[in-house]
């Protein structure tokens, strides 16, 4: 498994930079005992506030207090991209 990006629709600034794409690395061990596994979950809601705990853990970009300024559309294409880096399938589509 490799890093994944995510270019962003709406820029996120925080603390005075601006960030157009946030990079997120590939889960450890540690990440996974601290959140649980991914897969799971028994709704998409579930799915996507867990999806997005691990978002916040794992993006080497922000900080976790400036996910706040993420845009719904924009963490939606974030857990688009990184559940497949923990071999599930993208929040949304294992329905």
Known sequence: MK????????????????????SFRVPILADV???????????????FDHVMQYAQRLCTTIEPAAFGQVTVEDSMAIAKAITPLFG???????D
């Open 88 to 94: 599930v399938p993208p929040v949304g589509e294992n």
């Open 33 to 47: 005992k601290a959140l649980k596994m991914m897969g799971d979950e028994k709704t998409n809601a579930e799915a």
């Open 3 to 22: 890093p994944v990006e995510v270019i962003l629709k709406t820029p996120v600034t925080y603390k005075g930079t601006t960030f157009e794409k946030l």
